[in-house]
């Protein structure tokens, strides 16, 4: 789907602010019509935001089911033959929309954006009632999974098999926008290199129009190729190339009839060979985090202050990279990725598929489970959905230059009966929706060579590893050894695929200082990442370090969990623990080395 963008055809209305919500405590809004009237019981509410910390009222904060967001928007005066959209960056996880009283869009999935042509239900310049409702439950068919139970209390609980607190709400911007009739509704830009030629080969959506142009513009908005049609190949002679650290962008503009539809990209290639990962047809070593989406009172909300923040203090550590863990970000995240020149391995929602790892011991608040891969839990229409999910990721996200690789799942039960036939399906279709990026799934570390079953279907191996925390806790030798027998085993297993590490760290409670650098210590975490990059610098195979996490992060409440996850080499607020200093110092030699 297109990214809503201002051009002389098209008007973008920001719709952000703060809303009126009404939590539906009972979930008997949608057969009461809520929708058609006012809310009865309004409180104020941001949004962009999770609605969950911005109040004091726990109904609201563990609330499991629909709370309603709604105002009241003035309808802009329309261009003849022009028409209007209302468009949602996310909602999570789903949502149905009315405008006065009709019903305009439903989308299920939290991450990633919907609209609805709006145009016959307004009158210009008069104002409408929107309504949005959000459910925020997860069962087995949604992606990522979860099931709700009851309690003995009668009152229901939404359970999740995935370590981040499940925030829920408007959490990236609401917007009308206007376009013409006939218009720009999707394009796909792959381009390619040849000598010092930039080559863009470009397919246009514009259905009815009887004239397709295209304009390449450089940084500075200057013309420098041109082509007409549909399709094309257009050459960028002496190119000046999108790299890691230099997000260098040209412009496609695009004419189809009267609607001008500008969108960015970059000229660049990524691919695997000889066991590398090569950007430009240059070795690239990947530094960086698993993130999260998550702040403190906002929660999932997107805020621009917080993204640039976050992108300043990467820079800082000289890291090149990070993977969307674990779901889609919202599209400014990409659009600034894109800028900074910051790699980022873009992942699904797809996290959770493992029973194995969620329902057993208790530890993480397990229940016991029934197998991953079963007719009642993660089934054939589970998977349906999940292959829908990763067409709407890649159509979003397509054109992006910083997206290198697809991760369709994290930590899934990939040595688990039925992962292969699972998972073989959603790679192809991951590969027939983008032929040009590596594809694979984030592994789980008791998924190990002996056990796996989908990595050899994937071009590369992605590892998150935990020895010397979840396992030989409080000792680095042991866990430094068992890291070194394991990558043997890939090596063997998988012998033509590159290895990224996308999670390794401990829990560190920031301020914490220990002379025998204890477990939870700043000076643990140090001494942890110190053995895992000894292991690393050993193996040209592996080709990328994504420690976790970028920075402490908001969980469910649980036992091994003390207001949260605290694996960030910063804290939730964005103060370094002493790590994020040692780290910087390799990661800046690292990349005087590298080169990007
Ligand atoms: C991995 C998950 C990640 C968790 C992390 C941890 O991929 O979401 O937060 O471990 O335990 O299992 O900290």
């Known amino acids: 789907m297109l990214r809503t963008r201002r051009s002389p055809s098209r008007t973008v209305h920001n719709l952000d602010g703060v809303w009126d919500l009404q939590v539906d405590s009972a979930n008997v809004g949608i057969e009461e019509s809520w929708f058609a009237q006012n809310l009865a019981n309004p409180r104020p509410m941001p949004v962009p935001a999770s609605y969950n910390d911005v109040t004091t ?70 104002r409408f009632r929107l309504t949005v409702a959000v459910d925020n439950r997860l069962s087995w068919q949604t992606i990522p999974p979860g099931f709700v139970l ?11 098999l995935h370590d981040f607190y499940n925030y829920a709400g408007l959490h990236r911007s609401v917007e009308l926008y206007t376009r013409p009739a006939v218009a720009v509704t999707d394009v796909t830009i792959v381009t390619t290199i040849d000598g010092t030629t930039g080559v863009v080969n470009y397919t246009v959506e514009a259905e009815g129009a009887s004239e397709v142009r295209v304009r390449v513009l450089d940084a500075s908005d200057d013309e420098v190729a041109s082509a007409t049609g549909a399709r094309g190949r257009i050459e960028v002679p002496h190119a000046q190339l999108w790299a890691p650290g230099d997000g260098y962008l040209y412009t496609l503009e695009i004419c189809a009839d009267a609607d001008v539809y500008p969108q960015p990209f970059g000229i660049r290639t990524v691919e695997i060979k000889d066991k590398k990962f090569l950007i430009n047809g240059k070795e690239f070593y990947f530094r960086g985090y698993g993130r999260h989406e998550d702040n403190l009172v906002r929660g999932k909300g997107h ?17 090149n990279s990070f993977r969307t863990s674990h779901y889609p970000y919202a599209e ?49 229409a589970t998977r349906d959905v999940h292959q829908a999910h990763i067409r709407e990721l890649i159509a979003r996200d397509k054109n992006h230059p910083c997206v290198a690789v697809w991760s369709i799942a994290n930590e899934p039960d990939s040595g688990a009966d039925g992962a292969r036939e699972y998972f073989a399906p959603l790679i192809q279709a991951a590969r027939d929706a983008d032929p040009t990026r590596p594809v694979g799934y984030v592994n789980v570390g008791y998924a190990t060579p002996d056990k796996e079953r989908v990595a050899d279907l994937c071009d590369l191996v992605m590892l998150n590893r935990y020895y010397g925390w979840y396992s030989e ?80 992060f908001q969980t469910n409440a649980g036992i091994i969990r003390v207001d949260g996850n605290k694996k960030g080499m910063f804290t939730r607020d964005r103060k370094p623990k002493a790590a994020a200093f040692a780290v910087r110092e390799r990661w800046l030699r690292l990349r005087d080395e590298q080169g990007s």
Do not use: C
Not at 150 to 160: S, V
Not at 500 to 519: C, K, M, N, S
């Open 332 to 380: 400014e995240v990409m659009d600034f990725a894109d800028r900074e020149g910051v790699v980022v391995i873009d992942e699904t929602a797809a996290v959770g598929l493992n029973t194995a790892l969620w329902g057993g011991g208790g530890l993480m608040g397990g229940v016991g489970l029934p197998p991953t891969f079963s007719p009642g839990t993660i089934n054939d």
């Open 57 to 126: 009222d726990n109904e609201l904060r563990d609330h499991v089911g629909w709370v309603w967001y709604q105002r009241l928007v003035y309808a802009p005066r329309l261009a003849a033959d022009d028409r209007l959209f209302v468009r949602f960056g996310s909602a999570t996880h789903s949502a149905r929309v009315w405008v006065n009283d009709t019903e305009v869009a439903g989308h299920v999935g939290g991450y990633l954006p919907f609209e609805a042509d709006i145009t016959e239900l307004v009158s210009a310049g008069e």
């Open 150 to 160: 009851a309690d003995a209390l009668g009152r229901d609980h939404q359970h999740y």
């Open 303 to 319: 805020d621009d202050v917080m993204m640039v923040h976050d992108f300043e203090l990467m820079k800082w550590q000289g890291a």
């Open 473 to 552: 806790n409080n000792n680095l030798p042991l866990a430094e050894k068992n890291l070194r027998d394991e990558i043997d085993g890939w090596i063997e297993l998988v012998p033509d695929h590159p290895i990224i590490f996308t999670e390794y760290g401990p829990d560190t409670l920031g301020g914490l200082r220990d002379f025998h650098a204890w477990p939870w210590s700043e000076d643990y975490q140090v001494a942890f990442f110190e053995a895992y990059h000894r292991v690393f610098d050993d193996y040209p195979q592996v080709v990328g370090e994504q420690m976790w996490n970028f920075a402490d």
